[in-house]
T-cell receptor
Framework: NAGVTQTPKFRILKIGQSMTLQCTQDMNHNYMYWYRQDPGMGLKLIYYSVGAGITDKGEVPNGYNVSRSTTEDFPLRLELAAPSQTSVYFC?????????????FGPGTRLTVL | GDSVTQMEGPVTLSEEAFLTINCTYTATGYPSLFWYVQYPGEGLQLLLKATKADDKGSNKGFEATYRKETTSFHLEKGSVQVSDSAVYFCALSKQAGTALIFGKGTTLSVSS
């Protein structure tokens, strides 16, 4: 199992550009999440999905969009990039059927918007 | 709302020293508690977890006990190594399919 994979690892965008951060998991997990990590802060939830075709907003969704057409993939779309979106982005997944919520994280994408 | 507070860092220790990183939480109900570790340039890895009061999570020499009476989940290790240098995050969760609520993280630096 590769676990949770993310591409790209690094990216520099100009203000107003768009991009898609890719996330794939091969563990057949129903739940998937996107977090952002700002310096000196914990992670904050952007969007999450409880299964294919179902997504919902987290704490900081503005400026982002997601889709979930398959169980494996959960891409995050940035439209009109702004400097405030400079951050490290982590995708995570978790299996259903547990009483606790252990999440498995990808290696992250470091995004800089200039 | 639910929240996690952990001690400010950085924490700087010599090899073989004793480590404590404090973590307290505020939550309704009965959350599960986690410690995640982030090594430089990497993603987060689950270090240990506890799912109910008085549970002790342990892994790689690290331990933490879920104390409901003090709403705490302090991380301890008896003898740290240089390879333990990383950022440690305390987190809570209510149920599957919901966000993990993270503390701000504590940076540990261990020197030989």
């Amino acid at each position: 199992n590769a676990g949770v994979t993310q591409t790209p690892k690094f990216r520099i965008l100009k203000i107003g550009q768009s991009m898609t951060l890719q996330c794939t998991q091969d563990m057949n997990h129903n739940y998937m999440y996107w977090y952002r990590q700002d310096p000196g802060m914990g992670l904050k939830l952007i969007y999450y999905s409880v299964g294919a075709g179902i997504t919902d907003k987290g704490e900081v969704p503005n400026g982002y969009n997601v889709s979930r057409s398959t169980t494996e993939d959960f891409p995050l779309r940035l439209e009109l990039a702004a400097p405030s979106q400079t951050s490290v982005y982590f995708c995570a997944s978790s299996p259903p059927g547990r009483s606790y919520n252990e999440q498995f994280f990808g290696p992250g994408t470091r995004l800089t918007v200039l | 709302g639910d929240s996690v507070t952990q001690m400010e860092g950085p924490v700087t220790l010599s090899e073989e020293a004793f480590l404590t990183i404090n973590c307290t939480y505020t939550a309704t109900g009965y959350p599960s508690l986690f410690w995640y570790v982030q090594y430089p340039g990497e993603g987060l890895q689950l270090l240990l977890k506890a799912t109910k009061a008085d549970d002790k999570g342990s892994n790689k020499g690290f331990e933490a006990t879920y104390r409901k009476e003090t709403t705490s989940f302090h991380l301890e290790k008896g003898s740290v190594q240089v390879s333990d240098s990383a950022v440690y995050f305390c987190a809570l969760s209510k149920q599957a399919g919901t966000a993990l609520i993270f503390g701000k993280g504590t940076t540990l630096s261990v020197s030989s």
